[in-house]
């Protein structure tokens, strides 16, 4: 199942390489020119005193990757779906529906990943950022289970939605909390308390936070991630549950 729907996207982006490649240049220098430039300006510093053109780089990596994960989904399982095109199809498929959700999300997630690595290729030649193998793989660690978690939100988002207006409404708020939510751009001490109190308890703002912490402390915080599995896992239920009975309506 992930074999064909890798090959699939594989022949999508063939077909559409320039605009393809024009769009993943792209948005990296965007984000970084119309965020991180005009921030830098008035956060000179984090709370523990990195620059905030270090500080916030791996909140760019993962807004990006969110922004580049959520078309590949909503293609793929709100659009599909809503107009009956190729989804009903695969699912006639000797395949759980769990299983595909499941294909969907990683295939999904590996060319969101693809981006987000030529998103850091583009920022270390930008900027001057200490990065070992060890903090890179790190990052990559935790990237990877932010992409599946936000992903198995979109995918669920994507199958208890109908119409596109509420699809659209709905994405623009997630991905407003996304962008300024998870202390991505500005940490959560920045926040009145009471908003601190509650935004440091959101599970999409784990992996930054771990790798933050494994960078300047080099505690490896497993709470964080085992959440996020946990939480990865029950969505991935839910979804073939969900979808199973969408299909049969």
């Avoid at 490649?21 to 000179?44: E, G, H, Q």
């Avoid at 992409?147 to 699809?167: H, K, N, Q």
Wanted: proline share 4%.
């Amino acid at each position: 199942m992930i074999r064909a729907l890798l090959l699939r996207r594989l022949w999508l982006w063939k077909n559409r390489l320039i605009p393809s490649i024009f769009l993943m240049s792209f948005m990296p220098v965007l984000i970084f020119i119309m965020i991180s430039i005009p921030l830098k300006n008035i956060i000179r510093f984090s709370i523990s005193g990195v620059p905030y053109d270090i500080w916030v780089f791996p909140g760019l990596i993962f807004i990006i990757g969110s922004l580049g994960l959520y078309p590949m989904i909503y293609r793929e399982i709100f659009d599909l779906r809503v107009h009956r095109k190729v989804l009903l199809n695969i699912t006639l498929a000797p395949y759980s529906k769990s299983h595909l959700v499941f294909g969907n999300l990683v295939v999904s997630v590996m060319e969101a990943l693809t981006i987000c690595l030529f998103s850091i290729f583009i920022y270390l030649s930008i900027i001057s950022i200490p990065l070992s193998i060890t903090d890179f793989m790190f990052l990559i660690f935790n990237l990877l289970l932010y992409l599946f978690l936000v992903g198995s939100i979109y995918i669920l988002l994507s199958i208890i939605v109908d119409a596109t207006t509420t699809m659209i409404l709905a994405s623009f708020v997630i991905i407003i909390f996304i962008i300024f939510g998870n202390g991505f751009l500005i940490e959560f001490s920045f926040f009145p308390s009471f908003m601190e109190s509650i935004l440091k308890y959101n599970p999409l703002s784990f992996s930054q936070r771990s790798f933050h912490r494994f960078i300047s402390t080099g505690y490896l915080d497993w709470t964080y991630t085992f959440v996020q599995i946990i939480l990865i896992y029950i969505l991935y239920l839910l979804n073939g549950i969900m979808l199973k009975k969408k299909l049969r309506q």
